[in-house]
């Protein structure tokens, strides 16, 4: 990519909208302008969250201007076709969204390219080509948040799979989740005890405290402060959580050999009790020639999908799609 590309860039999540005005250039940072957000207000329908988000595009371009703009980038929840733009599924947090034709429809009524991905994807193509990841060859970049997410970018191209679904981190089993159900249905998998919610279950469950100072619900941040006071239950749940996640990323680091390893989200966030655990996990997993990959923790935060999308559309990161 030689030129300046200007793209409207839009990331779909459960809760808002965010679109932006994403300009990339080889030379220097992503430019992010025009910035806005509106509620998705999910629970309205497939039909109205399109709405939203021509309303978003509309405004961008309001403020923009349309001349040298070459395209739309979304990412979004659910699962999506990267070639067609369609989205093939989404869960009861966005009722309605599966069989939304949402590229065909935005390219439809603006007359301008439109590229859709999901947004795990979306989130790690940012980092791989313009944040942490910057530079490398062959990138895996781990989301740990609510949830847990990967994927795998290697010379910008994303690792699809057969069902889109390659490098789920989330849902591969360890040794201390056994027999603990899963949300996706199986048993065993390390985002039960490494994820968010899994950790406060987990702080839960060994007598930690449900509320805080102040009489709230104790959150994420919380246990990790707990842990570092030296909390007992609170260093056993990120302990808990932080060697399961290492484990898991040492054996993904043996499987895939990337150059580095970028870890982002809300939990990559915890303290030092979670880091060490992570790096005893991850020692304990990792294969000698790979044990010195380096861990990068994520630049981009919440602009990453809107700088993934963007470059989705300047130059696909799907094999197949140019
Ligand atoms: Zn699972």
Same mark, same amino acid.
């Given at each position: 990519?030689?030129?300046?590309?200007?793209?409207?860039?839009?990331?779909?999540?459960?809760?808002?909208?965010?679109?932006?005005?994403?300009?990339?250039?080889?030379?220097?940072?992503?430019?992010?302008?025009?910035?806005?957000?509106?509620?998705?207000?999910?629970?309205?329908?497939?039909?109205?969250?399109?709405?939203?988000?021509?309303?978003?595009?509309?405004?961008?371009?309001?403020?923009?201007?349309?001349?040298?703009?070459?395209?739309?980038?979304?990412?979004?929840?659910?699962?999506?076709?990267?070639?067609?733009?369609?989205?093939?599924?989404?869960?009861?947090?966005?009722?309605?969204?599966?069989?939304?034709?949402?590229?065909?429809?935005?390219?439809?009524?603006?007359?301008?390219?439109?590229?859709?991905?999901?947004?795990?994807?979306?989130?790690?193509?940012?980092?791989?080509?313009?944040?942490?990841?910057?530079?490398?060859?062959?990138?895996?970049?781990? #989301?740990? &948040?609510? !949830? @847990?997410?990967?994927?795998?970018? *290697?010379? $910008?191209?994303?690792?699809?799979?057969?069902? %889109? =679904?390659?490098?789920?981190?989330?849902?591969?089993?360890?040794?201390?989740?056994?027999?603990?159900?899963?949300?996706?249905?199986?048993?065993?998998?390390?985002?039960?005890? #490494?994820? &968010?919610? !899994? @950790?406060?279950?987990?702080?839960? *469950?060994? $007598?930690?405290?449900?509320?805080?100072?102040? %009489? =709230?619900?104790?959150?994420?941040?919380?246990?990790?402060?707990?842990?570092?006071?030296?909390?007992?239950?609170?260093?056993?749940?990120?302990?808990?959580?932080?060697?399961?996640?290492?484990?898991?990323?040492?054996?993904?680091?043996?499987?895939?050999?990337?150059?580095?390893?970028?870890?982002?989200?809300?939990?990559?966030?915890?303290?030092?009790?979670?880091?060490?655990?992570?790096?005893?996990?991850?020692?304990?997993?990792?294969?000698?020639?790979?044990?010195?990959?380096?861990?990068?923790?994520?630049?981009?935060?919440?602009?990453?999908?809107?700088?993934?999308?963007?470059?989705?559309?300047?130059?696909?990161?799907?094999?197949?799609?140019?």
């Amino acid at each position: 990519m030689d030129e300046v590309k200007r793209v409207v860039a839009v990331d779909v999540g459960g809760t808002k909208v965010a679109a932006a005005l994403v300009t990339l250039t080889d030379a220097g940072e992503p430019a992010i302008e025009h910035f806005g957000k509106a509620p998705t207000e999910a629970k309205l329908g497939g039909a109205h969250v399109l709405e939203v988000i021509v309303g978003q595009v509309e405004r961008v371009l309001g403020e923009a201007g349309a001349d040298g703009v070459c395209g739309i980038g979304v990412s979004t929840g659910g699962v999506v076709d990267p070639l067609t733009g369609d989205i093939t599924y989404a869960n009861d947090m966005m009722p309605g969204w599966g069989g939304t034709h949402l590229g065909a429809e935005l390219e439809a009524r603006f007359g301008l390219k439109a590229r859709v991905m999901n947004d795990v994807h979306a989130h790690a193509l940012g980092e791989a080509r313009w944040g942490a990841g910057r530079g490398a060859e062959s990138v895996f970049v781990c #989301a740990v &948040g609510t !949830g @847990i997410g990967g994927a795998f970018v *290697e010379r $910008g191209h994303l690792l699809l799979g057969a069902h %889109g =679904a390659a490098t789920n981190i989330g849902h591969v089993t360890c040794a201390d989740a056994r027999g603990i159900p899963c949300q996706c249905g199986a048993v065993g998998h390390v985002e039960t005890i #490494a994820a &968010g919610p !899994g @950790i406060l279950e987990r702080y839960l *469950e060994l $007598g930690g405290a449900k509320t805080d100072e102040k %009489g =709230a619900p104790v959150d994420g941040a919380y246990v990790s402060r707990a842990a570092e006071a030296g909390d007992a239950a609170a260093v056993a749940a990120e302990e808990r959580s932080g060697r399961a996640l290492g484990e898991v990323l040492g054996n993904m680091v043996n499987l895939f050999d990337p150059e580095c390893v970028v870890l982002s989200g809300s939990v990559a966030k915890c303290g030092p009790v979670w880091h060490r655990a992570l790096r005893a996990g991850w020692d304990g997993a990792v294969m000698p020639p790979q044990a010195h990959t380096p861990v990068r923790d994520g630049q981009l935060g919440d602009n990453a999908p809107l700088v993934g999308a963007a470059e989705n559309l300047a130059r696909s990161a799907y094999v197949g799609l140019e």
